[in-house]
């Protein structure tokens, strides 16, 4: 099962503690505040209430054995960069911290961030996305149990054809369409013998537990 550390409780940390607890992730969740703990408790596998800019207090929760740390402690820049910054020195193999502007990534980026998270410009993004150039992967009606995700090709995957891969018989799993990184061009229903490269984003459907093993690969 995958693990996942959130920092900071306010309303993005709290919805993304519940998101990943409702996904069926293990989710430690960190605030120095209590009644935001109680509040997340429900949702998540360990709610600790914890000043997170104490370094060893935070090295003792084993957080370096998560799959990933998300940080998102409010407009306090000072504090997330601190434990931004710890997070990177106790091992952390991935942390995604949210900023409060270009400038406070950058130096989020410079202690040890891995993905920075602009919350408002993200969303701003994504709405534009959707409104002049509607996806519609949306608007695919799935049976109860059934997924589509786009994910990147798995190593494993490159440089083997889709009949070697036999992704079907071996994982459960269909691929739909498959686009190369940076091209517009998408080849629906590719052929037995296409080679999948290390630039492929693959279009898979399949049922949600096929889904997550995939996601694993």
């Known amino acids: 099962m995958k693990r996942y550390g959130v920092i900071g409780l306010g309303s993005f940390g709290y919805y993304v503690a519940k998101s990943l607890y409702e996904e069926n992730k293990e989710v430690i969740a960190i605030d120095i505040d209590k009644d935001k703990v109680q509040a997340v408790a429900p949702f998540s596998t360990d709610a600790v209430v914890l000043d997170a800019t104490d370094k060893e207090k935070l090295r003792a929760l084993g957080l370096d054995a998560m799959d990933a740390v998300v940080v998102s ?7 997330s960069i601190l434990i931004c910054y710890y997070l990177a020195e106790i091992g952390v193999k991935r942390i995604l911290c ?11 980026k410079l202690v040890g ?29 799935l049976e109860k149990g059934y997924n589509i995700i786009q ?9 083997k054809s889709l009949v070697e891969l036999d992704l079907r018989k071996k994982h459960g799993v269909h691929v739909i369409a ?16 296409y080679m999948i490269r290390e630039t492929d984003t693959m279009i ?4 949600d537990e096929d889904i997550e093993k995939m996601k694993e690969l």
């Open 73 to 79: 402690t409010g407009h306090k820049i000072s504090v």
């Open 178 to 193: 498959i686009q190369e990184k940076g091209s517009e061009i998408i080849q629906l229903v590719p052929s037995a013998d």
């Open 98 to 108: 949210k900023a409060e502007d270009d400038d406070h990534g950058k130096i989020l």
């Open 113 to 141: 961030a891995n993905d920075i998270i602009h919350p408002e410009k993200d969303m701003a993004a994504r709405i534009v996305r959707s409104l002049s150039k509607p996806n519609i992967l949306n608007f695919i009606p």
């Open 204 to 207: 898979i459907i399949g049922k």
């Open 151 to 159: 994910a990147n090709a798995p190593k494993v995957f490159v440089g």
